[in-house]
C-alpha cells in the first residue's frame, strides 16, 4: 500500500480498540468446554469462502497471524449453498462449545446467527465483520469507512483515465455496497469534471452470486469497456477476479478491493492492469479481536475502521501507481482532507 504519498496498511489501530473494550466474562484462558486452553480463534466464512482473493482471506490472514502469535490452533469453517439461518446458528454455538474464543461470522449475513449464539455462550467473544446492530456485552462489531477508501479509489481512478469513462461494479445491490460506490463517484467528480461513472450491480441477493460468480463480473466489465470506461473498481468479492480478468484482457486498469490484490497469487497474471486496490484491514481487525481477547480484555461494541486508524486504506503495491506524482499528490491531498474533515464523504 514505497511511494510519495505513503498510505500505511495499519492494523485496526489498538486505540481503537481500547475505548471500547470492556469485560465480557472469561478470558481466553478459559472457554465454554471447560478446558484451560482457548484452542484459538475461529472463523465461519461469508460467501465465497476461502481463495476469494479479497475479504474472508484477509479475514483468514489474521486468524493465521494469531495463530503464529499466540500458538492457536484455529479453525475456518466454509458456508454451504442454500443454508437456513439455522444452520449458521448451529456453526457458531458448535465452535463456542468445542473451546475456540473468539468466534467471528466473517459477513454481515451472520448477524442474526451472531446475535442468538452469543446471547447462549456469554463467556465467548463473538465477533461479527460488516455489522454494527448486535449490542450485547460479548460481542465486537467489526465495521469500516469503506466509502473513505473509495472515494480515494475515485481519485485514482479520475487521474488515471484517457477516455473520461470509468466504471464500478457492485457483487449485491444493498447498503454495504452503496457505501463503496458513493465514495468512489465521489472521488472521481471531486477531482476531474465531465467523467463519466457507470454503475452497475450483478444481482440483488448474495444467493444469486453476485459476490461469488467471476464470470458475472467479467461479463459486467466487458460491457463496461464496450462503452468506454478504461478504468473498472469492483466491489465484488470473488466476482471481482472476473472484472480484473476482463481489464487485463483489454488492457485497461482496474481497481481491486478489501485486500491488496496486486499481491495476491491467483491474480499474479493480471497484477499488471491492478492499478491499486481499496483496502479495509479485516485482517488487523480480526487478529486485534483474538488478541484482546487473549490479554484477557475482551474487546466489544462497535469498532470502525477508518483512514486516520488505519482501518481503510489505499495499496500502492503496482509501482505504475506508486511512481506517478500526479496521482500521489491527489490522493495525499484527499486523504488529508477526509482526515481532517474538509471532505465528507458521502455512503449512499
Avoid at 26 to 36: I, P, V
Avoid at 71 to 88: L, M, N, R
Avoid at 309 to 328: E, H, M, R, Y
Wanted: charged share 25%; glycine share 10%.
Amino acid at each position: 500500500m514505497r511511494r510519495v504519498s505513503r498510505i500505511a496498511v495499519a492494523g485496526v489501530a489498538t486505540a481503537a480498540l481500547a475505548v471500547t473494550v470492556s469485560a465480557c466474562g472469561s478470558s481466553s484462558k478459559s472457554s465454554s468446554n471447560g478446558d484451560d486452553k482457548n484452542l484459538g480463534l475461529a472463523l465461519a466464512y461469508d460467501i465465497g469462502g476461502k481463495g476469494d482473493q479479497s475479504f474472508n482471506d484477509a479475514a483468514t490472514a489474521g486468524m493465521e497471524k494469531a495463530d503464529k502469535e499466540f500458538g492457536y490452533k484455529s479453525t475456518a469453517v466454509e458456508p454451504q449453498d442454500g443454508e437456513a439461518e439455522a444452520d449458521k446458528v448451529q456453526r457458531l454455538e458448535s465452535l463456542a462449545k468445542q473451546g475456540y474464543n473468539p468466534v467471528i461470522g466473517v459477513g454481515f449475513a451472520y448477524a442474526p446467527a451472531v446475535k442468538e449464539a452469543a446471547a447462549k455462550f456469554p463467556d465467548t467473544t463473538f465477533g461479527i465483520v460488516d455489522d454494527e446492530t448486535i449490542k450485547a456485552d460479548n460481542v465486537a462489531d467489526l465495521v469500516f469507512h469503506e466509502e473513505q477508501a473509495s472515494y480515494l479509489a475515485g481519485v485514482a481512478a479520475a487521474k488515471a483515465t484517457k477516455s473520461n469513462v470509468v466504471g464500478f461494479i457492485g457483487g449485491v445491490d444493498i447498503p454495504l455496497i452503496h457505501k463503496f460506490g458513493a465514495g468512489f463517484k465521489q472521488g472521481v467528480q471531486d477531482t476531474k469534471k465531465g467523467v463519466t461513472v457507470k454503475e452497475q450491480y450483478l444481482t440483488e441477493t448474495a444467493a444469486e452470486g453476485g459476490f461469488s460468480s467471476p464470470d458475472k463480473g467479467e461479463s459486467a466489465a466487458e460491457g463496461q469497456i464496450d462503452a468506454g470506461a478504461d478504468v473498472v473498481y469492483a466491489a465484488a468479492g470473488l466476482s471481482g477476479q472476473g472484472v480484473i480478468k476482463a481489464a487485463s484482457a483489454n488492457k485497461i486498469w482496474a481497481i481491486g478491493v478489501d485486500s491488496d490484490q496486486y499481491k495476491q497469487d491467483a491474480l499474479k497474471a493480471y497484477k499488471d492492469s491492478i492499478l491499486t486496490s481499496a483496502m479495509k484491514n479485516v485482517e488487523g481487525a480480526v487478529f486485534e479481536l483474538a488478541k484482546s481477547v487473549e490479554d484477557g480484555k475482551p474487546a466489544t461494541g462497535v469498532i470502525r475502521g477508518s483512514l486516520e486508524n488505519g482501518g481503510v486504506s489505499l495499496a500502492a503495491s503496482n509501482p505504475s501507481f506508486a511512481n506517478n506524482k500526479d496521482i500521489q499528490d491527489a490522493v495525499k491531498k484527499a486523504e488529508e482532507a477526509i482526515k481532517n474533515g474538509t471532505i465528507k464523504v458521502k455512503t449512499s
